[in-house]
């Protein structure tokens, strides 16, 4: 039986580079932008205040509608990795009652796995008895919109800070996606609110299961070889 030794030579090389392409995810561009809304300013639309420059991180500090003082800062990629936007907003309200709500949005996102899990992290650090509640939510544009996306987690902290964790979304994530996290601060007076967020995408088993099929199956060519 006569063998074909440049098929058998580039069998493994293939093998190899299918491995390598679920060892090492690419890096992708990644856009990320704060907005802040409040019924009466803005005529009720969302104001973007602050975007990056595809460094990694952005900050706002200044005052918007009913509060006074707001400081937020988000961190994504480059220097985060796993697609992970992990963002802080602390915000203190004036005298009067009003409704913030805080958008951070991550665009230019990519993923190399054919699974994710979208994990969400929500935390609140303090919260002072003017503030009443801060709704934590999480979603996923497969479009890459901005401000906008398909729901995937939240946590509602009322009165009293506290932690949660959710992941309960596993989607197919292909082409550029964004990601986007909401904090809705409500103050009934004057108080402050200090929330965190993170948010990444975990690749699912079967990408592990598939890389160890892919070294099974060099090795036992390996073997053969031999």
Do not use: C, W
Request: proline share 4%.
């Amino acid at each position: 039986m006569t063998r074909n030794k440049s098929a058998a030579r580039f069998f493994p090389a293939a093998v190899l580079m299918a491995v390598l392409g679920f060892a090492a995810p690419s890096a992708h561009a990644a856009l990320t932008s704060i907005g802040l809304q409040e019924a009466g300013v803005n005529g009720g639309a969302i104001t973007t205040v602050a975007t990056d420059a595809g460094a990694g991180t952005v900050t706002f500090n200044g005052s918007y509608g009913t509060f006074t003082s707001i400081s937020i800062s988000a961190v994504g990629e480059p220097i985060t990795t796993s697609n992970e936007l992990s963002t802080t907003a602390v915000a203190t309200s004036s005298a009067v009652p009003g409704v913030l709500i805080v958008f951070i949005t991550e665009q230019g996102l990519g993923s190399d796995y054919a699974l994710n899990d979208l994990t969400s992290n929500f935390s609140t650090v303090f919260m002072s008895s003017g503030t009443k509640t801060v709704l934590e939510e999480t979603l996923v544009s497969l479009s890459n919109a901005l401000f906008v996306g398909t729901f995937v987690g939240s946590t509602n902290f009322i009165a009293s800070p506290g932690g949660g964790s959710v992941t309960d979304y596993s989607q197919p994530l292909s082409g550029d996606f964004s990601v986007t996290e909401i904090y809705t601060i409500t103050a009934s007076k004057a108080g402050t609110a200090n929330d965190n967020i993170d948010f990444q995408t975990v690749p699912e088993p079967l990408s592990m299961l598939t890389l160890g099929t892919g070294l099974i199956g060099l090795g036992a060519l390996r073997r053969n070889r031999g």
